[in-house]
T-cell receptor, first 113, second 116 residues
C-alpha cells in the first residue's frame, strides 16, 4: 500500500509571503495527488489536485508541482493571507484507482498579519 | 460538486453503549465509501472501506467486531461503534468518490463522538 510523508508539520509565515509544503509517496504506480485544506472541526476541502501526466498545475495563488522520478509533490501558496491559516493535507490513493486516499500527517500553516 | 452528508454531526454517549453514524451520497451512487478516524491534531486515518452489498474491508489494527459497517444501498453506508469506550472518542468522517477512476473525494461533515 501507499505511504505518504509530509513536511513541515508547522509553518509560520508573514502575510504576503509564500508557503511551500512537501510530500513524498512510496508507490510509483500512484497517479493522483490531491491537497486538502481543513479548518478546525470541519471536513477537508479539496484545494487543488494533480495527475501524473502533468508536472505542474496552478489555480490563482495555489500551485502544485509533481516530480514522478523522485516521487514527491509540493503545494505552493503565494501572497499568503490570514484566511489561508489552516491544516493542509496531501494524499495519494492507497492501492490505485478508486481506492481510499492515504493522507500525510498534515501541516499547520499560520499566516500572521 | 458532489455532496456527501453525514449524520449526526456530534454525539455524546455513555460507556458501553453503541452509536450509529450514517453517511449518504446525495447526488451520486457510491459502490464504495471510506471511513476515517481523526484524533485531535492528527491526520485522517483510514479505518475501513465500505463495499455495497458485501463485507467491509478493514485496515490493520481496526477491530471489525467493534466498528460494524453496513453498506446496504448505493447511497448509504453506516458505521456502528459498539460497546463504546472513552478511547473511542474521536472525529469520524466518511468519504466517497463519484466514478471508478481517481477523482475528487468528497467528505461528509464528520461526527464528533464523545464517550463519557
Amino acid at each position: 500500500g501507499e505511504n505518504v510523508e509530509q513536511h513541515p508539520s508547522t509553518l509560520s509565515v508573514q502575510e504576503g509571503d509564500s508557503a511551500v509544503i512537501k510530500c513524498t509517496y512510496s508507490d510509483s504506480a500512484s497517479n493522483y495527488f490531491p491537497w486538502y485544506k481543513q479548518e478546525l472541526g470541519k471536513r477537508p476541502q479539496l484545494i487543488i489536485d494533480i495527475r501524473s501526466n502533468v508536472g505542474e498545475k496552478k489555480d490563482q495563488r495555489i500551485a502544485v508541482t509533481l516530480n514522478k522520478t523522485a516521487k514527491h509533490f509540493s503545494l505552493h501558496i503565494t501572497e499568503t493571507q490570514p484566511e489561508d491559516s489552516a491544516v493542509y493535507f496531501c494524499a495519494a490513493p492507497s492501492k490505485g484507482a478508486g481506492t481510499a486516499l492515504i493522507f500525510g500527517k498534515g501541516t499547520t500553516l499560520s499566516v500572521s498579519s | 460538486g458532489a455532496v456527501v452528508s453525514q449524520h449526526p454531526s456530534w454525539v455524546i454517549c455513555k460507556s458501553g453503549t453503541s452509536v450509529k453514524i450514517e453517511c449518504r451520497s446525495l447526488d451520486f451512487q457510491a459502490t464504495t465509501m471510506f471511513w476515517y478516524r481523526q484524533f485531535p491534531k492528527q491526520s485522517l486515518m483510514l479505518m475501513a472501506t465500505s463495499n455495497e452489498g458485501s463485507k467491509a474491508t478493514y485496515e490493520q489494527g481496526v477491530e471489525k467486531d467493534k466498528f460494524l459497517i453496513n453498506h446496504a444501498s448505493l447511497t448509504l453506508s453506516t458505521l456502528t461503534v459498539t460497546s463504546a469506550h472513552p478511547e473511542d472518542s474521536s472525529f469520524y468522517i466518511c468519504s466517497a468518490q463519484p466514478g471508478q477512476l481517481n477523482t475528487e473525494a468528497f467528505f461528509g461533515q464528520g461526527t464528533r463522538l464523545t464517550v463519557v
